[in-house]
Nanobody, 116 residues
Framework: QVQLVESGGGLVQPGGSLRLSCTAS????????VGWYRQAPGKERELVAT???????NYAGSVKGRFTISRDNAKKTGYLRMNSLKPEDTAVYYC??????????WGQGTQVTVSS
């Protein structure tokens, strides 16, 4: 069983930055795809960014050029660096660690609020 612990959310002004972290237990992290998703009030959960075990990245168009996903396999930790934050980035952000449909794990979510 894998547990994910997220941290780094909070309140930030428009234009500010945050870095989210997601630390995993267990032994599958290095072979997994790590993803960050977000869900705003009244909206469906959406993909923000993913990074494969080989380091290939993918971003939603709305965050491309502002957000950077990375990983440190030795620390079993994934990161999401968020720059130039906008009010529309306000959401609960969830970390996902995926190997197969059987090994598909989610974090508890961390709130990100962008407001002046």
């Amino acid at each position: 069983q894998v547990q994910l612990v997220e941290s780094g959310g909070g309140l930030v002004q428009p234009g500010g930055s945050l870095r989210l972290s997601c630390t995993a237990s267990g032994s599958i992290f290095s072979i997994s795809t790590v993803g960050w998703y977000r869900q705003a009030p009244g909206k469906e959960r959406e993909l923000v960014a993913t990074i494969t075990s080989g380091g290939s990245t993918n971003y939603a168009g709305s965050v491309k050029g502002r957000f950077t996903i990375s990983r440190d396999n030795a620390k079993k930790t994934g990161y999401l660096r968020m720059n130039s934050l906008k009010p529309e980035d306000t959401a609960v952000y969830y970390c996902n660690v995926y190997v197969t449909s059987i090994y598909d794990y989610w974090g508890q979510g961390t709130q990100v609020t962008v407001s002046s």
